[in-house]
């Protein structure tokens, strides 16, 4: 199921202009979201493996409002090093054999028969550009946040016209 009028920041000199796309499937740069969103860098303080099954949770919540594939790239071992399950509807991946979260997304990007059809979500320069050069539309990590927050607050306004609706209903 694509994903409709998302806005992104895209464009070949890396800087980006505003460019409503329909993207299919979102690649997130994992660490580069950490180190950027201020909830996940106040995750850290509880560890890095705190703040990347709080990334998690969130994209969850994200892709259960959007719909789409979404996959999020660690660089890493298989295993999330917290060893705490998140239940997910999204594909996470952790690199293995000294392979970077940006060499990964250029391979699924690069190896793909439709490039247009991913978002490459990162504030790494050379990475946006390469996803560019392969095809791929990029949004920085600020932005994405952005989308994110903008659709926890539109599920936040469906449950509560949901739970209006009930209580109406329960009243009558």
């Known amino acids: 199921m694509p994903i409709h009028g998302i806005e992104i920041l895209a464009s070949r000199d890396g800087l980006g202009y505003g460019k ?15 180190f950027q969103w201020p909830e996940l860098v106040a995750a ?40 705490e399950a998140v239940p997910t509807g999204i594909r996470v991946v952790y690199t293995r054999g000294g392979r970077t979260a940006d060499a ?8 793909d028969a439709a490039p247009e059809r ?4 990162t ?19 600020e932005f994405f946040r952005e989308r994110i927050l903008d659709a926890a607050c539109e599920l936040r306004a469906e ?12 009243r009558r």
């Open 118 to 121: 991913f978002l490459v979500a």
């Open 123 to 141: 504030d790494d320069r050379a990475e946006r550009m390469t996803a560019e050069a392969l095809g791929a539309h990029t949004m920085s990590s």
């Open 44 to 83: 850290q303080k509880k560890g890095i493996g705190a703040a990347r099954d709080e990334l998690i949770r969130m994209l969850t919540r994200f892709h259960d409002r959007e719909g789409g594939a979404l996959t999020v790239v660690f660089d890493g071992r298989s295993v999330p090093p917290s060893g």
């Open 159 to 170: 449950l509560d016209r949901t739970t209006a609706k009930a209580t109406a209903f329960r």
């Open 20 to 34: 409503a796309v329909e993207a299919s499937h979102i690649l997130v740069d994992g660490y580069s979201m950490i």
């Open 104 to 111: 990964e997304i250029e391979r699924i990007v690069g190896r």
